[in-house]
């Protein structure tokens, strides 16, 4: 539909967006940035961060910068409350460190969600995209960096606790002497898992996108097939190791037989 001096009502649209709102209720405009919801979140600046509408080589480039823009917020955030959890160990704080990594293992879940709204891309639509993006990689990312930095510091800040203890990991697996460190070390495995799952759904959106084979490179030159070792590596190498652990040192001794009676069995 074309309306006035031939523009669409889409174009139109895109124009009073990008425009100052006059909200009926508040009687104020909304967008100028001068109410204290815009002053304090900064949305000025926040919503400059993108191409302009008119600028954009697709208009899926909005959504494609917009959903790595808060992919590096969400992993800003991330890295601030595992610097926090180093504390809370450190003081022995064990249940203000459970809060705090049951509030990471969201935030990481929405990281890998958001990966989602990604592969509503087509690839032939990524391939024009690209072309702007210079050599970026991932691997550029400063919140991947500082999640694997923060990372480290809490599994050393583990590796002190355990210390003070007196334990190693699989005797706080095997005695279940020590609940609230176990519990400790299981929302550190949730979230590691939650952050390979990010890893995961990354690569299935490359694969989607341009696709992984010995021939195919990132924009950085490295291959893409270096990704599938790159999204099963562990943040917190010790949680994982100890299932092998437990496992080698298994023994079927005092089970039952399927099928045989329990009805001896201690309660």
Sequence with gaps: ??????????????????????????????????????????????????????????????????????????????????????????????????????????????????????????????????????????QESPGYNAVHTAAEQVEAALDRLLDRRGVRVAQVYAANAQPELKRVCELLVDIDERFQQWLIAHFMLVRRTIGVGRGVNALDGVPTKVLTGRMTKPLFRSLWQVRSELTENWSSAGGYAPGASRESTAR
């Design 1 to 138: 539909m074309t309306t006035r001096a031939g523009h669409t009502a889409e174009e139109q649209l895109r124009e009073a967006l990008a425009k100052p709102v006059f909200n009926a209720v508040l009687k104020t405009w909304v967008g100028v940035g001068t109410t204290d919801y815009e002053v304090y979140l900064r949305t000025g600046e926040l919503l400059s961060l993108q191409t302009a509408t008119g600028e954009l080589t697709h208009p899926d480039e909005l959504m494609f910068q917009i959903v790595h823009q808060a992919q590096e917020v969400w992993l800003k955030l991330l890295a601030h409350e595992l610097a926090g959890i180093v504390g809370e160990v450190d003081r022995d704080e064990l249940w203000e460190a459970s809060a705090r990594l049951d509030r990471t293992i969201r935030i990481a879940d929405c990281l890998a969600r958001e990966i989602g709204v990604l592969e509503t891309m087509t690839p032939d639509t990524y391939q024009t995209i690209r072309r702007s993006l210079g050599k970026g990689s991932g």
